[in-house]
């Protein structure tokens, strides 16, 4: 799921006297060399010698957004294609090579891009970029109809673990539905469909695999302890020579979406507690407004202090639980709270009571206070995005990719700095008074409990 989304907030201040960001540590700027091979394969360099471990992240510009209707989940297929073995890694060495030199790996696939990634010791570095060429170059030859199968089916049963079997599960590829429209890039869920994964044939995948999978889509960050030099020798030798791809199609133009009116969605779970999640249109990724609507977001569920968090679950202790974030992606953005009631509680007093909350922002704006611990917070965050090798070669990344620089987050902690307590009261207002998708998640045979215009 999108990293950026922050439900919970660590490390802030419990003094009564708390520091604006200005007086928070800085974040520092990461030190990069960017280079571009003749394939088009996007190379940065990040060294940090503090610890003998080394990263290679790859960062391929596609995900489920760049699926069609009747296609999806090709993207997060390939996350798992990807570690089935090369033309000269045979299958299941990718992980055991990898692991016998002490590292380890993984990947992730989100709406907008794919990536994976090795850590390991620093005499491993030829290695991991080995194993990343061979996969990038040479994966066609040995894709056949019987990995395919296995990893469909090893899609499919990650989908019934984490969606289908899980209490609320649906939830969210329910409101993505009702949100955005069937043409929209982000109508469907990263995971894709049973049907369409069923549907998808070996000629589909490895079409997909030619259009994507290529050096002029991707993004390689080697972060860490290593030699400059003999970093570029290796890339240059191991992916140097793996062609071009065919030319790109453009990134799926959107038109700008609209909830035209209160929709409200019910659906019956195996779960004991029903609970309420209430959707507003957001905005994409380092829009104006994305900076306050994350602050509103902290405001209102940010920690144990917040609006929500405060009234709902420890001073009127009607609710479970309480989570309010703004999930902004390259192409558009959404804002979401949802609320668990307790036994005996109702999903329509939850909603009357967010309802409530929200209403106050947007007529008596927040408390400085509020301000800076959100801020403080969103300034905590950064710093540990930035803590690990890993964790920095992923903002590398990010940067370059939908800020079109790689050392963009001195830029993007500014955002978080420049909010004001008015600017969050004018989003809540432009945003969580308008129309809305509300969707009930309630026990099997309790529809009674939808929500139905929000109060009670």
């Given amino acids: 799921m999108n990293t950026r989304v922050l439900v919970t907030w660590t490390l802030i201040a419990a003094v009564a006297g708390l520091p604006g960001p200005a007086s928070a540590q800085g974040v520092p700027k990461l030190q990069y060399e960017k280079r571009t091979l003749p394939n088009g394969l996007e190379l940065i360099l990040h060294e940090d010698h503090s610890t003998p471990i080394v990263v290679v992240n790859t960062w391929y510009k596609v995900g489920s957004g760049d699926e069609k209707a009747g296609r999806t989940g090709f993207a997060h297929l390939f996350e798992h294609v990807m ?14 090579w990898l692991e ?3 590292g380890n790996n993984n990947g992730s696939t989100t709406e907008d891009r794919t990536n994976y990634y090795e850590s390991m010791p620093s005499n491993a570095l030829p290695l991991a970029l080995w194993l990343d060429a061979d996969r990038m170059g040479h994966l066609l030859p040995v894709m056949d109809q019987a990995k395919l199968d296995l990893q469909r089916d090893v899609v499919k049963n990650e989908r019934r673990q984490r969606v289908e079997n899980v209490p609320y599960g649906k939830w969210n590829e329910t409101v993505l539905a009702a949100l955005f429209p069937a043409t929209h890039p982000y109508h469907w869920p990263v995971v894709g469909s049973m049907e369409d994964l069923s549907a998808a044939s070996l000629d589909d995948v490895k079409q997909f695999f030619r259009t994507y999978y290529a050096p002029n889509n991707a993004t390689l960050v080697i972060a860490g302890d290593f030699n400059r030099d003999s970093a570029i020798t290796w890339v240059n030798r191991y992916f140097g020579a793996i062609p071009r791809g065919p030319q790109l199609p453009p990134r799926p133009s959107v038109p700008v ?5 209160d929709t409200f969605l019910v659906l ?3 779960v004991t507690l029903p609970r309420v999640y209430e959707n507003w249109k957001g905005e994409r990724i380092y829009h104006e407004n994305d900076a306050p609507l994350d602050i509103l977001a902290s405001v209102l569920a940010g920690d144990k202090n917040a609006r929500l ?3 709902l679950v420890f001073d009127m202790q009607v609710a479970q639980d309480v989570v309010a974030f703004n999930n902004s992606t390259k192409l558009d953005g959404y804002f979401t709270v949802w609320v668990t009631p307790k036994p005996g509680q109702t999903p329509a007093k939850m909603a009357a009571i967010v309802r409530e909350e929200i209403d106050k922002v947007v007529k008596d704006g927040i408390t400085p206070r509020e301000l800076a611990r959100a801020q403080n917070a969103r300034r905590t965050s950064f710093l540990d995005q930035i803590a690990s090798v890993l964790g920095k070669s992923d903002r590398l990344a990010e940067y370059n990719y939908f800020a ?22 004018r989003v809540a207002a432009q945003y969580l008074t308008k129309p809305k998708v509300v969707l009930t998640v309630v026990p ?4 009674d409990l939808m929500v139905m215009g929000g109060t009670e």
Avoid: C, L
């Fill in 83 to 96: 570690f089935m073995g090369s033309e000269n890694v045979p299958v299941g060495q990718f992980d055991k």
């Fill in 100 to 102: 016998a030199a002490g």
């Fill in 257 to 261: 979406v609209t909830i035209p009116r």
């Fill in 268 to 270: 019956e779970d195996r």
């Fill in 309 to 311: 968090s405060k009234r």
């Fill in 404 to 425: 079109g620089t790689p050392d963009w987050i001195q830029q993007d902690a500014a955002r978080y700095d420049r909010v004001t307590a008015a600017d969050v009261q």
């Fill in 444 to 447: 099997q045979g309790k529809k």
